[in-house]
């Protein structure tokens, strides 16, 4: 009895096991099926624009081979080639009458650029002729002309003043990241400028709870602002809460994240670089667009250097090109309060817990003439997917990978275009800061990844 006890409890075992593989397996059969539908609508968006490229094409051709036709008949034209035939029969190729009147004409260009001073200097490096017996002494004083287009050499120095900003933080377990991301604000930020807005939507992790009552109880003149959820409401209406509580900007920053040196000022910089920015997102290691050195990759700090040392080396190597995209990422994202006054806020109803709600936020501000730019002197380390792991009910699993699903749908619907203009901002806009960073990383000298904080891919 004892034997056959442990049998169906092995039996009992093995059928669990099975039924979490079978989910597992009909996730990512979805999951596939839905990339396969997302494949097939660019497809057919690519034919339609393809055959509109070709009807352009074909539009251009007509049109030069008119204006080729026009110009070809044009007076203008017609003395161009006759003045040709005439200086070909008097002074043909290759002759002596033709390297004189070729000398002659770049005289004449060179006088009217530089003067008779560089007709000098250039017969004198061709033929090595000194002119300093030609230089005639005089009494009179030269004054020296003054030349407005020089620039000075007084330094520039580019007035920045800064703003207060709301850091808004959702908190759902993962302690270890959250403490490790609350000590890099604590060594990177000013909170007496700046507000902490730390929300917990409900952790199951009794730590967090407790580390987040600690933290209100020593802020020690720290601006912080903690707050507990009475129940789990999810990353949108967390996230709504926190930006409804500050009255300035607001940077949305998530609790598994490391921040880096001067962080919110160079972001501040990047929001108010350009007009009609509404975000401004950080460089940063994760699978997204804005990863480096490689987008859309895990990417491991690089050259052997830690996340301080690869984040001071980006800032140093920057151009403050501020790329733009087409929508920021919400691991860490700056966001305008004038922008959020007029196109409110995420909307908790379409995206439900979370998941793309950041995206479809940004595109409504980009059709109505607001850029999102990437603050390319900045980086800051996101380990990801922190909140989505610490579940562990198989079933609650599976109702969160379909509603990331649902929610990509619905993004779909509501931007079909987005897919289209990641790729062209990826070819046209970042492709030149991805290749500018590689390039002064390989001169570095050889790359070796660093152990430090690495994370396999999930």
């Given at each position: 009895m004892y034997e056959k006890q442990q049998i169906e409890a092995e039996l009992i075992k093995i059928e669990s096991n099975s039924s979490l593989e079978r989910m597992e397996l009909e996730t990512r059969r979805k999951w596939f099926e839905a990339e396969k539908q997302q494949v097939m609508f660019e497809k057919q968006q690519t034919d339609a624009e393809k055959q509109q490229i070709e009807a352009e094409r074909d539009r251009l051709l007509h049109e030069l081979m008119g204006f080729q036709k026009e110009l070809s008949n044009s007076l203008s034209w017609t003395l161009i080639r006759r003045y040709r035939r005439f200086k070909d029969r008097i002074a043909p190729l290759r002759s002596r009458r033709r390297v004189f009147y070729e000398m002659l004409l770049k005289s004449i260009k060179v006088f009217h650029q530089e003067g008779m001073k560089g007709i000098f200097s250039r017969t004198k490096r061709k033929l090595r002729f000194h002119p300093a017996y030609l230089q005639v002494s005089s009494r009179l004083k030269k004054v020296k002309p003054v030349n407005f287009q020089v620039e000075s050499t007084v330094p520039v120095t580019h007035c920045f003043t800064k703003k207060p900003v709301g850091i808004v933080m959702p908190v759902y377990n993962g302690y270890e990241y959250l403490k490790q991301c609350v000590e890099s604000i604590f060594r990177c930020t000013d909170l007496t400028t700046h507000t902490l807005i730390m929300i917990d939507d409900k952790s199951t992790d009794q730590r967090v709870t407790e580390y987040l009552h600690k933290l209100h109880e020593e802020r020690n003149g720290r601006k912080m602002r903690i707050l507990f959820n009475d129940a789990n409401t999810g990353f949108v209406k967390t996230v709504n809460k926190g930006m409804k509580l500050s009255p300035e900007d607001v940077v949305i920053l998530n609790s598994d994240t490391l921040v880096t040196k001067n962080w919110m000022d160079k972001l501040q910089r990047a929001a108010y670089a350009k007009p009609r920015v509404a975000t401004a997102t950080p460089l940063s290691n994760y699978m997204t667009i804005n990863g480096v050195p490689k987008p859309f990759q895990y990417n491991p700090v690089p050259g052997g250097m830690d996340i301080d040392t690869f984040a001071a080396f980006l800032e140093s190597v920057s151009l403050r090109y501020y790329p733009e995209i087409p929508a920021g990422v919400g691991f860490c994202m700056y966001i305008k309060q004038d922008v959020l006054r007029q196109f409110g806020y995420f909307d908790d109803t379409k995206f439900e817990k979370g998941y793309a709600e950041e995206t479809d936020f940004c595109?409504?501000?980009?059709?109505?003439?607001?850029?999102?730019?990437?603050?390319?002197?900045?980086?800051?380390?996101?380990?990801?997917?922190?909140?989505?792991?610490?579940?562990?009910?198989?079933?609650?699993?599976?109702?969160?990978?379909?509603?990331?699903?649902?929610?990509?749908?619905?993004?779909?619907?509501?931007?079909?275009?987005?897919?289209?203009?990641?790729?062209?901002?990826?070819?046209?806009?970042l492709a030149p800061v991805h290749n500018y960073i590689n390039l002064r990383l390989a001169l570095l000298g050889e790359n070796i990844e660093s152990a430090l904080c690495y994370r396999p891919k999930t």
């Open positions: 595109m409504r501000t980009l059709k109505k003439g607001f850029v999102h730019v990437i603050d390319d002197a900045t980086y800051i380390y996101h380990v990801g997917g922190v909140s989505f792991e610490s579940v562990q009910d198989p079933e609650l699993l599976k109702e969160k990978n379909i509603m990331i699903e649902r929610n990509l749908e619905t993004l779909r619907t509501l931007h079909p275009e987005y897919s289209l203009l990641v790729e062209k901002a990826l070819r046209d806009k």
